[in-house]
């Protein structure tokens, strides 16, 4: 199933952007296998419970053995892509880089995740999220006035690099289709992030976006696109740009009449305070029942855990329960082509052997007795 059904993937693991990018082609119906260091649990995470390792196989490999490289440009020779997410040169030093795959295999698309990109000053320095999101100006641009907020690490590993990298990789797969040949995609969180940005930078270049933290439209400056403290102490956002949703916000709050004009900036912080005061008059579920059914653009912050139980994520099916371990559904959705959420990577890779000759590797059995080839641990299962 999946519109991506009939394309085959190699992934040589990694952390962060990488295994989740790999992840979703595996949902889209790709044929994704991982090839692992062997026993490496980089975050010591239970293997069903590493929710970005599922719908493939994860098998060890011993790339220190010339037969674990070896196999692995046996499995790219029958792949579409492959990916991988080292610092620049490391897939070289392995003999595993572009030259040494697609020599031979010109249709092969090979994507590079990397936080600096291949190439500038600090392409071969290590990082985190945080480091490349930082050097972009979205770190800066979020949180409160007194100091920036993490935003996980969706901003950068997984919006500005796995989710570019998907992409990079459908484009390319479709532009093979034209030229019969595959190319090398460079994947960098740093342009990724910078990407995402571009509304903002379009607005700072025009005077209309204050380089400032939450000084701005949609970065929690206005009191009308805020979040507010209930009297339990839980949270409400509340998002009523457009005249009309904010008149319907301000009616269901009962807000004064002589509360300040929204549109005086200068009088912002006297209507904040003003929104506040009322929202902390009662509980969050009575704000939830004061808002059923309205177009004020105000919703709950709801924990992780509360998440699934929602009335519209729970009508959508998007988050769902698989042997007791509540987890996103696959996305985006296809009429005729949906994706699977296939059975999680401990469950598909205890028999390597198995895995490896459904890719043609007949020597598969071998390979596995020689210990060049092993599945995770029992424990990890």
């Known amino acids: 199933m999946g519109p991506l059904q009939g394309t085959r993937v190699v992934e040589l693991a990694g952390i962060g952007p990488l295994p989740h990018a790999a992840m979703l082609l595996a949902e889209l119906g790709a044929d994704v296998i991982r090839i692992d260091r062997p026993g490496w649990q980089p975050l010591g995470i239970p293997a069903r419970h590493d929710l970005s390792l599922r719908g493939r196989p994860s098998l060890g490999v011993d790339l220190k053995d010339p037969r674990g490289v070896d196999l692995v440009r046996r499995l790219a020779g029958g792949a579409d892509v492959f990916l991988e997410g080292f610092r620049p040169g490391v897939a070289e030093r392995l003999g595993l880089g572009p030259d040494d795959l697609r020599g031979a295999h010109r249709e092969l698309i090979y994507g590079r995740m990397t936080g600096w990109g291949q190439s500038g000053p600090l392409a071969e320095h290590a990082g985190h999220d945080i480091d490349f999101i930082a050097v972009t100006g979205m770190l800066h641009a979020i949180g409160s006035t007194a100091e920036p907020a993490v935003p996980l690490n969706l901003v950068g590993d997984l919006g500005g690099g796995a989710m570019y990298l998907v992409v990079g990789v459908l484009a390319a797969l479709l532009e093979r289709v034209r030229s019969g040949e595959g190319q090398v995609i460079d994947a960098a969180i740093v342009d990724g992030t910078t990407h995402l940005g571009t509304a903002v930078f379009g607005l700072l270049a025009a005077g209309l976006w204050e380089d400032r933290r939450a000084t701005n439209l949609i970065d929690g400056g206005t009191p009308y696109y805020a979040v507010y403290e209930t009297r339990d102490g839980r949270h409400l956002a509340v998002g ?72 519209h994520l729970a009508a959508r099916g998007t988050l769902v329960d698989v042997d007791g371990v509540v987890q996103p559904a696959p996305a985006p959705r296809f009429s005729r082509t949906p994706g699977t959420l296939a059975p999680a990577s401990a469950e598909v890779s205890a028999d390597p052997a198995h895995v490896l000759t459904q890719w043609g590797i007949d020597d598969a059995a071998t390979l596995v007795e020689a210990g060049v080839v092993a599945a995770p641990p029992a424990e990890e299962r």
């Open 240 to 311: 009523p740009l457009e005249d009309r949703f904010y008149d319907d916000f301000a009616a269901r709050i009962e807000l004064a009449a002589d509360a300040p004009d929204r549109s005086d900036r200068s009088r912002w912080p006297h209507l904040r305070q003003a929104i506040g005061d009322r929202i902390r008059t009662r509980d969050l579920a009575d704000w939830i029942e004061a808002f059923d059914g309205s177009d004020s653009c105000v919703a709950p912050v709801l924990a992780l855990s509360e998440a699934v139980a929602h009335p």
